[in-house]
């Protein structure tokens, strides 16, 4: 038996205990199958490319999928990628299973299974970019790295903030990234009858304040700013002025073990959002599984902006589909279209507490998993090296509302019309412009118990928003019960 085989018995034994891990806050019992010497120089475990060949000599290799979170154009996009891959090929056969509509779902069944009878995992899993460091430290993943050096795949061809986003310890674990950061969506509609210019959003907080102060006083809309409270938002803006969620760097240079994000920064962003409300400039909504309340506020004009994913770009040009053209949307906005729309779309960057598109890459990824056999692992390679093509990468941008964790992407000859001349492009740009500008240095808090953090800060956010809770003390708490989690989480 090769060193990898034994690896990939010993984590299929260990599975059925070290799964508890990825759902709360219990510490970790396996490393991933990467091996850290002495010297901190990282061993891979092998990726066994060569068991593909000899395994489809009897007939096409069966490969499972399984993903979720996917609706309207991104789950569109995701069934013409499996299409296009058996179609390309005959060496492997991929099905890919929905397992839900949310990502928590996928993740419940996965766990579930899991820690049943890992013999019903799939090959592949799409998962959230929060569950990567529990998934590294189960052991039931192969870092999708592993095949890219065995396969001779470039790295530094994927965006460098997604690389650095999706690596633990220096090591990517994920074969595809599907990336996307939070941006300011506005109605240009709402900008020219309050006068304001409509090609210029606000690039940070106060300035978002002030155009909602002139927005409600010209009697545009009743709640300017439409706002769900979701951690992802907090850490974007925490992570853009250099404060941490956790101590180690963030967790990226080592384990963290105490949560570092109850800072005057945060105090004074949530004292922003409050004072927001309390003026009636913001629009609140609890982050409630599967509720679109806080796009139907821009939709039916009770809100003229809205933070939300760039991945909502597609459903919010499908809302005005038919009304106005990509033209109208984009730059050198003429007024005469507000005829024929009370909603004319635009998009900017993440206004920030300093400055503008400070973000990190976020999304759902692709992981080949530890516990399938060597024939599936290689088949499942295959297929994420199919997408890493740009021209397959490229369907994820313009059909699923991703932004391109591909570089070349950006050079293909029919992505600059899909930028001025398709409405998704229009309002996914400033999406893709600060992708290409983040910063790999700060990819983001890497966080193990991310559902303990998850429920921490958001309970936090809504506690302040909708009960009063005093800022400083909700903070505090929520800081105090992540502590505790990490500490769990790291066996302290």
């Given at each position: 038996?090769?060193?990898?085989?034994?690896?990939?018995?010993?984590?299929?034994?260990?599975?059925?205990?070290?799964?508890?891990?990825?759902?709360?806050?219990?510490?970790?019992?396996?490393?991933?199958?990467?091996?850290?010497?002495?010297?901190?120089?990282?061993?891979?475990?092998?990726?066994?490319?060569?068991?593909?060949?000899?395994?489809?000599?009897?007939?096409?290799?069966?490969?499972?999928?399984?993903?979720?979170?996917?609706?309207?154009?991104?789950?569109?996009?995701?069934?013409?990628?499996v299409a296009n891959f058996n179609a390309a090929q005959d060496v492997v056969e991929l099905k890919a299973d929905d397992q839900g509509v949310d990502y928590d779902e996928v993740y419940r069944k996965f766990t579930s299974a899991a820690s049943a009878d890992t013999s019903q995992l799939p090959d592949v899993v799409y998962l959230e970019d929060v569950q990567l460091r529990a998934l590294a430290d189960s052991g039931l993943v192969l870092p999708a790295e592993a095949c890219m050096e065995a396969a001779d795949y470039d790295m530094t061809e994927i965006e460098p903030a997604a690389r650095a986003k999706y690596s633990v310890d220096d090591v990517l674990y994920p074969g595809y990234m599907n990336i996307s950061t939070p941006v300011l969506y506005y109605n240009k509609a709402h900008w020219a009858k309050a006068g304001l210019d409509p090609e210029d959003p606000p690039d940070t907080?106060?300035?978002?304040?002030?155009?909602?102060?002139?927005?409600?006083?010209?009697?545009?809309?009743?709640?300017?700013?439409?706002?769900?409270?979701?951690?992802?938002?907090?850490?974007?803006?925490?992570?853009?002025?250099?404060?941490?969620?956790?101590?180690?760097?963030?967790?990226?240079?080592?384990e963290?073990?105490?949560?570092?994000?109850?800072?005057?920064?945060?105090?004074?962003?949530?004292?922003?959002?409050?004072?927001m409300d309390d003026e009636g400039l913001l629009n609140p909504f609890a982050d409630t599984e599967g509720s679109i309340d806080h796009y139907l506020a821009l939709i039916t004009q009770d809100s003229s902006m809205l933070i939300e994913t760039s991945t909502a770009s597609s459903t919010i040009a499908a809302t005005v589909s038919g009304t106005i053209t990509a033209a109208e949307a984009g730059v050198d906005f003429d007024e005469s279209v507000i005829d024929k729309s009370a909603l004319v779309p635009g998009a900017?960057?993440?206004?920030?507490?300093?400055?503008?598109?400070?973000?990190?890459?976020?999304?759902?990824?692709?992981y080949i998993l530890n516990t399938s056999d060597a024939p599936q692992q290689a088949g499942a390679w295959s297929f994420l090296e199919f997408m890493l093509q740009p021209e397959n990468a490229k369907l994820w941008h313009t059909g699923g509302g991703y932004l391109p964790a591909v570089k070349a992407v950006n050079d293909e000859p029919d992505i600059e019309a899909f930028w001025t001349d398709d409405l998704t492009g229009v309002l996914l740009f400033?999406?893709?412009?600060?992708?290409?500008?983040?910063?790999?240095?700060?990819?983001?808090?890497?966080?193990?118990?991310?559902?303990?953090?998850?429920?921490?800060?958001?309970?936090?956010?809504?506690?302040?928003?909708?009960?009063?809770?005093?800022?400083?003390?909700?903070?505090?708490?929520?800081?105090?019960?992540?502590?505790?989690s990490l500490e769990r989480y790291a066996g302290e």
């Open positions: 038996m090769t060193r990898a085989l034994r690896r990939r018995a010993a984590l299929a034994a260990l599975a059925a205990t070290t799964v508890a891990s990825l759902a709360c806050s219990d510490p970790p019992t396996s490393g991933g199958g990467v091996v850290v010497d002495g010297n901190g120089d990282v061993e891979l475990p092998d990726c066994p490319l060569d068991a593909l060949d000899e395994a489809a000599a009897s007939g096409p290799v069966p490969v499972t999928l399984w993903y979720g979170g996917l609706t309207g154009k991104a789950k569109d996009a995701m069934v013409a990628q907080l106060d300035e978002v304040y002030e155009v909602a102060r002139a927005l409600k006083a010209a009697g545009v809309s009743p709640r300017p700013m439409s706002f769900k409270a979701d951690r992802w938002f907090f850490e974007s803006w925490l992570t853009g002025v250099d404060v941490d969620i956790v101590n180690e760097d963030n967790g990226r240079s080592a963290p073990t105490e949560a570092t994000f109850d800072t005057p920064e945060a105090r004074d962003l949530m004292a922003w959002l409050t004072k900017g960057a993440l206004p920030g507490i300093e400055q503008p598109g400070q973000v990190f890459a976020s999304g759902g990824a692709f400033p999406a893709v412009e600060q992708l290409a500008d983040a910063d790999p240095d700060r990819p983001g808090p890497l966080i193990g118990p991310y559902n303990d953090e998850t429920a921490a800060i958001q309970g936090a956010m809504e506690s302040i928003l909708f009960d009063g809770a005093d800022i400083d003390a909700a903070l505090a708490d929520a800081e105090a019960t992540v502590t505790q």
